[in-house]
Structures are given as C-alpha cells and as structure tokens.
C-alpha cells in the first residue's frame, strides 16, 4: 500500500521483506531513503536500524504497531532512525515526513570521499570522520549518537562562527513528533555534557542569545 502510494507520488520505491532483501537493495541501485517496519517475523527491526546506521547516513524513518509504547520509540531515535510513526499511518503525514527528512538531508553538510580520513582536535579532543570515533583528552572513547555526532561535526566545520537553530536543526536532522526549534537545544545539551567539564557553564559551545550557538574553541584540521 506504502508502494503504491509513493509510486503515485513519483517515488521510485523498492520493498523487502527482510534484513537480507533490504541490504541486497541497498546494493542494487542508489537509495535515498529507508522506511523500514520494525515489526518482523524472525528479525528485531531496531537491531537492523543500528546495523543501517553503522553502515549508512541514509535518512530512516521507522514504523511501529505500538502506538503506546514510547521505549521502541526512544531507542529507535537513539539508535540513529531521523523519525518514527505508530501505524495505522496516514499516507499524506508519512509522505510530508519523507519530504522532510529528504530536505533536511539535502541541507545536511555532505562528506566528501576524500574528507573521510579528516580528523578534528579541539581542547584535547580529537573527532575521526572515518571511524566516527570521539576521544577524550584521557584517551577514552566517548559514544556519540548519530545526531550528536553530525551536530558536533557542523559545530567543527564553522569553530568560531555563530550557527542559528535552523542551521544547526538540518545538520544533526534532529526531529521529533513535532518539529520545534527547541528540539535542537535537547541534543546541545546531551553533547554538552560529555563534552564540558561543568554543562550549566560550557565554554565550548557557548549560546548566543537571540541567535543560536557557536563552537567559542579553535578547531585543529589534522
């Protein structure tokens, strides 16, 4: 039904039926966008959202048959899915949600092949563009969620400059059930705090009023 419906909408649109069909589609033509059914026979959905995650930036939106259990939710947000609907679905709110997320990839930095091997060191911290990894000065490893990690990268690709919501909002792909500008101070927060020694008083991401945030460090491109 999904099919058919995006197919109406000029959608080109390829379905599987498992884990396995849905990476040999991955492989047989581009893809800009994954709707993917947690709810599977054999399989955890949410395991193949990590799993597409590791392996893709490709925007995902999840499906859920349990309007009232918030956890699947949670976890498939953390987990790195852009968004998530309980079915019964409305055909005409999943379509608006596919333009979104497919804009907001759009405005989303893009990563260059060559940029890939890019590493950032700011205040003893050190980001890896290839491996996705964030060390701390003591050497340890610090586990970023997708949407920190994209937020922390715009933040390190304009170190000193002002970034309003809206900008920062299409870079980390942050969304909720509604989408509010504050939603984006949600993930500031999370990242504040493992990143700042004392959160309630940042010195690296700073907020300017008004306006939005800015990385107050200088950035070293390694």
Known sequence: MIADYLGEHHFRVSTAA???????????????????????????????????RARSSLPII???????????????????????LTKPVSLRELLARIRAALRRADAAP??????????????????SLRTRRLTAPSGEAMPLTRGEFNLLVAFLEAPQRVLSREQLLASSRVHDADVFDRSIDVQILRLRRKLEPNPSEPRLIRTERGTGYVFATPVEIL
Request: glycine share 8%; no cysteine; charged share 40%.
């Open 18 to 52: 498992s884990g396995r069909e849905m990476a040999r589609a991955l492989k047989a033509s581009p893809v800009d966008l994954v709707i993917l059914d947690v709810q599977l026979d054999d399989e955890d959905g949410l395991e193949l959202v990590r799993d597409l």
């Open 62 to 84: 999840v499906l859920s048959g349990h309007r009232r259990d918030e956890v699947d939710r949670v976890i498939g947000l953390e987990l790195g899915a852009d968004d998530y």
């Open 110 to 127: 893009k990563v260059r092949p060559d940029d890939r091997r890019v590493r950032y060191r700011f205040a003893g911290w050190e980001l």
